[in-house]
């Protein structure tokens, strides 16, 4: 296999908001930090859900080199399903830690898929929606993405995987269906990311060619963000437990870069950066 290569269309680049234009006219992903105040988040639920646990791990990640802390307050954990948390409850897990996160300095992006937790996220100082149901869960979410005119990710899912569709397909519908409200919200093309949703509502085998087909998206001429980082569909290929995971979620990260994602949203950001780079320096001395 050929190192991993992260080209950019310069269009894609130029027409960005601002955040997110210098991420994409580099030559390797920018790495997004993942920081779960959860207690039941499938790799690290109970470790960060004290202020200072979490402020503590989101200055780590900072300091091995995260450009982006995605913060997330109820769990969306796809594989064995998660109890629903009502955004009283995911407001209590924020409101300790939020604003001390954003004051660290790093872009911080709110993982939640309530317009209320989004705009309570905004108010504080986050400057990314990121949207696990894509737009098409809650119906105010995309018209406070475009009132406040912020970057937002917008992530394909499914209530259940169904191993007899083309997953590929199905994610493409979806995001027509999701660029579809963005415009009628008025959501500009240059504030959307999309995020295939590694593990969500799909098969392993479907995750994986999720990554295998990703340079498909780019039809959409709109950036990428991948996260594959300690997916259960690793474990398909070597059984393992979520915190060994590594090598294969950097081997699917560095497929990811080479077929085109600008973020990826990682666990383990010192690895995951070393990683990049390195492929990304190699790549260069083909000429």
Do not use: C
């Amino acid at each position: 296999m050929s190192a991993p290569s992260h080209s950019q269309g310069s269009a894609t680049a130029a027409a960005a908001h601002p955040l997110l234009r210098a991420w994409l006219e580099r030559p390797y992903p920018a790495v997004m930090g993942v920081l779960n105040v959860t207690p039941d988040s499938f790799s690290d639920g109970g470790n960060f859900t004290t202020p200072a646990r979490a402020l503590a791990q989101g200055r780590r990640m900072i300091f091995e080199g995260a450009d982006i802390i995605d913060i997330g307050a109820e769990s969306t954990r796809p594989y064995t399903g998660a109890e629903a948390v009502s955004a009283e409850d995911e407001l209590a897990r924020l409101r300790p830690v939020l604003s001390d996160v954003v004051a660290l300095g790093v872009p911080v992006s709110i993982d939640s898929m309530k317009a209320e937790v989004v705009r309570f996220a905004l108010d504080q100082g986050a400057q990314i929606a990121n949207d696990v149901w894509g737009l098409q869960r809650d119906p105010e979410m995309a018209a406070l993405v475009a009132e406040r005119n912020v970057p937002v990710i917008v992530m394909h899912n499914r209530d259940s995987a169904d191993e007899a569709i083309d997953i590929m397909q199905d994610v493409i519908a979806f995001f027509t269906r999701s660029l579809d409200i963005a415009a009628k919200a008025g959501i500009p093309d240059g504030n959307i990311v999309l995020d295939p949703g590694i593990g969500f509502g799909k098969t392993q085998a479907q995750s994986m060619t999720m990554l295998a087909r990703l340079d498909e998206l780019r039809s959409f001429g709109l950036p990428i963000l991948v996260g594959a980082s300690r997916k259960r569909f690793i474990a398909s290929v070597v059984p393992s437990e979520p915190q060994a995971r590594l090598g294969g979620s950097i081997a699917a990260h560095l497929i990811a870069a080479q077929r085109g994602a600008h973020i990826i949203r990682a666990h383990d950001v010192a690895e995951t950066m070393q990683a990049l780079h390195v492929a990304a320096a190699i790549e260069a001395l083909k000429g």
